[in-house]
């Protein structure tokens, strides 16, 4: 997994997204009420900007850590496969 990010960066890359987001929405309740703010309005697309940079960093490394988790499991999955105790 030389070029997949560990959990914990995931973990992290997930928090500022989840974050991120939670302001922007905040900025569009705020907005919402005063529309005609300009300070608003250019923090409210900054985040919007912000919130898709961060989704597609996001899907990018998760996409790429499955791929390693994939491989590292072979061809048919074996190494993920571990006998049922019954």
């Known amino acids: 997994m030389a070029n997949a990010l560990p959990r914990n960066e995931l973990l992290a890359l997930a928090t500022l997204l989840k974050e991120a987001l939670c302001v922007e929405h905040d900025l569009a309740g705020r907005l919402s009420q005063r529309p005609k703010g ?49």
């Open 38 to 86: 300009e300070t608003l309005l250019k923090q409210h697309k900054e985040y919007q900007q912000l919130v898709g940079q961060l989704t597609w960093e996001f899907e990018r490394a998760l996409a790429s850590y499955l791929a390693a988790l994939k491989a590292a499991a072979g061809p048919d999955g074996s190494a993920a496969r571990r006998p049922r105790k019954s």
